[in-house]
């Protein structure tokens, strides 16, 4: 079965520092991952995509994330932080093929603050 | 515009009625989806279309159904309202596997 594991339910850091939001999956066969943002009462925002190729993902906002698939691992980073990047984050898997291809599942999401 | 519209974005409704949410899109794209959202659970996927033949069940499609009007066209069905079913809806679309999902700006449905 396909899961998601966001293991901070939030993360904290001042700004200008740098941020990691952490992801683990379980999926079958190769997986492609996403990352989305969510703004107070907005709907999700797709920020980055990992489909094949390049380990290392760049994606909207500054923001990039790196697959490692020997840890099963899709972390966000930003290597500067600013206040507006305070929101919801989740990440999301789907699988490659099967009888769930098409469906994207989805972390508990990580709140993330940034101070002044 | 909105790519993906949402109708109604707010509800208050009591325990037992029929409610409907509505979902229309201009992507053009085939496949549509409907999640609901807990806090500190994430979404979870009531149910999706690949195309106006094609209805799936996701993770927690009872006591919910879904239609499937026209291509750009996807409502949600709550035949008998039950407090549990308080919650936050996003109606998302899709182009192919690799794409992402577009997101409406939700629907947040209050039974009481």
């Known amino acids: 079965a396909q899961s998601v594991a966001q293991p901070e339910d939030q993360v904290n850091v001042a700004e200008g520092n740098p941020l990691t939001v952490k992801c683990t999956y379980s999926?079958?066969?190769?997986?492609?991952l996403f990352w989305y943002v969510q703004y107070p009462n907005r709907g999700l925002q797709f920020l980055l995509k990992?489909?094949?190729?390049?380990?290392l993902v760049k994606g909207s906002y500054g923001f990039e994330a790196e697959f490692n698939k020997s840890q099963t691992s899709f972390h966000l980073k930003k290597p500067s932080a600013l206040v507006s990047d305070s929101a919801l984050y989740f990440c999301?898997?789907?699988?490659?093929?099967?009888?769930?291809?098409?469906?994207?599942?989805f972390g508990r999401g990580t709140q993330l603050t940034v101070w002044p | 515009d909105a790519d993906v519209t949402q109708t109604p974005r707010n509800r208050i409704t009591k325990t037992g009625k029929r409610i409907m949410l509505e979902c229309s899109q201009t992507k053009g794209h085939d496949r549509m989806y409907w999640y609901r959202q807990d806090p500190g659970l994430g979404l979870r996927l009531i149910y999706y279309?690949?195309?106006?033949?094609?209805?799936n069940k996701g993770e927690i499609s009872d006591g919910y159904s879904v239609s499937r009007q026209a291509q750009a066209k996807f409502s949600l069905s709550l035949e008998s309202a039950i407090p549990n079913q308080t919650a936050l809806y996003f109606c998302?679309?899709?182009?192919?596997?690799?794409?992402?999902?577009?997101f409406g700006e939700g629907s947040r449905l209050t039974v009481l």
């Open positions: 279309s690949f195309d106006v033949k094609d209805i």
């Open positions: 990992y489909i094949t190729g390049d380990n």
């Open positions: 998302a679309t899709k182009a192919g596997n690799t794409g992402e999902l577009f």
């Open positions: 999926v079958s066969g190769n997986p492609y």
């Open positions: 999301a898997v789907s699988a490659h093929r099967g009888s769930t291809l098409g469906r994207l599942y």
